[in-house]
């Protein structure tokens, strides 16, 4: 088959082999249209397998499926590609897989025989979900595309593979001027942002980081955390008990922050641990293959809901024999407030907390969709979670600063 192709020459380099090719930049630069277009070619050319990831995917719209469907189209390759539901397969073998990272990292530990796997939309990528699948993605020759348009200079994938890249990695900025299909519509988008907010533009257009989101909740108080040194590698003392603080989702995520308190003052955010769809009996296991010796556990209100059993989080657990606290009710503006002050004080171990301090850079206010403007609630998104169970941390904390950590037991069980 005779097949020609025309790509931004920016993007060649996709055709020669490196462990890493990495693709950043603003909107409009088709970063994404042409990494369809070369993965289609190869897998023309041999039998590739190729898996389509992304941090988060819950159904197949999520994914780049329709982009490649899109293409084939476009280049004229219906009658060697099939397209079905929820895959895409070539007639020499080639397969097109998709699957989201962070709710279904046991089944990416089976993608082992994958020859390219492409994460789009990769800013969101977790340091968790790098850890996994890069060792994961290890069969000879694999390589692992990277495509996305940073947001913070402190997320994961930008430190990761822009910051610091690795050595076998080929990293290219690509922008609406390297496209040379970029549409009449776009450049009008663009030019009226750029007259009205020129760093909106330089981050929309021209792939440059914010300093901070727009309505970022915390992002006062994490910039001077980051300026004091107070997010760094933290030397654990063990003589210090560890307590943890809940926040509680089943389709949503489970998030738990392990905090240690220090006399004087001063308090230890040490680690972090977050996932889904996982029973109670999951995170009890993850506690104790922390190590770490616990004084107690605070949960959210809603944990003393009975399930169809009878049961409650709270109640499980504490025939499991755990020391179990009821974080206590404040409204979340209150509680915004309390963790805001709170952060002051703390120290963030910049590793073990990674993924819970880029939830908390990302924790914004919503807009009001009749104002337009930011309300006074946050957004319900992915960093929700991890930024509830932090004001939790607060809210416990303020609620009872004296004797917040005394944990009583009698016949054999603990009284909150």
């Not at 190729?50 to 780049?64: G, H, K, M, T, W």
């Not at 073998?93 to 046991?106: D, Q, S, V």
């Not at 308190?261 to 955010?269: A, F, H, K, L, Q």
Request: proline fraction near 4%.
């Amino acid at each position: 088959m005779e097949l020609n192709v025309e790509f931004p020459e920016k993007l060649e380099f996709l055709f020669q082999p490196s462990r890493y090719k990495v693709l950043y930049g603003g909107r409009g630069s088709g970063k994404s249209w042409g990494v369809a277009r070369a993965l289609l070619v190869i897998g023309l050319q041999k039998s590739t397998r190729v898996l389509c990831a992304r941090e988060f995917q819950n159904s197949i719209s999520d994914s780049v499926h329709a982009l490649l469907a899109d293409q084939i189209k476009s280049m004229g390759l219906e009658d060697f590609y099939e397209i079905q539901n929820t895959a895409i397969y070539g007639k020499n073998g080639t397969e097109f897989l998709f699957a989201g990272l962070k709710h279904n990292i046991t089944k990416i530990k089976s993608f082992e025989g994958v020859d390219v796997c492409w994460i789009e939309e990769a800013q969101t990528t977790s340091k968790s979900s790098w850890d996994t699948l890069i060792p994961t993605i290890r069969k000879e020759g694999s390589e692992i595309w990277i495509t996305f348009n940073p947001e913070l200079d402190t997320d994961e994938t930008y430190k990761r593979f822009v910051v610091q890249p690795p050595s076998n990695a080929v990293t290219q900025k690509v922008n609406w001027s390297d496209n040379h299909w970029f549409p009449k519509v776009l450049q009008e988008e663009k030019d009226d942002l750029k007259e009205r907010d020129m760093d909106a533009y330089l981050n929309v257009w021209e792939g440059n980081t914010r300093q901070v989101l727009d309505g970022a909740v915390y992002a006062k108080e994490l910039r001077k955390a980051q300026e004091e040194g107070r997010i760094k590698d933290i030397n654990q003392d063990k003589a210090i008990e560890v307590s943890t603080f809940w926040d509680i989702g089943w389709a949503d995520m489970t998030s738990i922050w392990f905090v240690q308190t220090i006399p004087g003052g001063e308090v230890r955010v040490i680690d972090f641990y977050q996932d889904c769809q996982k029973p109670i009996d999951h995170y009890v296991e993850v506690l104790q293959n922390r190590g770490y010796v616990y004084r107690d556990h605070w949960l959210p209100h809603d944990a003393e809901n009975k399930n169809m059993t009878g049961k409650s989080v709270k109640d499980i657990m504490q025939n499991m024999n755990l020391p179990v606290r009821i974080t206590p009710r404040l409204s979340i503006s209150e509680g915004i407030n309390a963790a805001r002050m709170l952060m002051n004080r703390c120290y963030f171990d910049q590793n073990r907390c990674a993924e819970g301090l880029q939830a908390l850079r990302h924790y914004r206010y919503d807009v009001n969709p009749d104002t337009k403007m930011f309300s006074d609630k946050p957004l319900h998104d992915q960093h929700s979670h991890a930024s509830d169970a932090w004001r939790y941390v607060a809210v416990a904390l303020d609620e009872q600063p004296n004797n917040w950590n005394k944990a009583i037991k009698i016949n054999n069980k603990w009284i909150v």
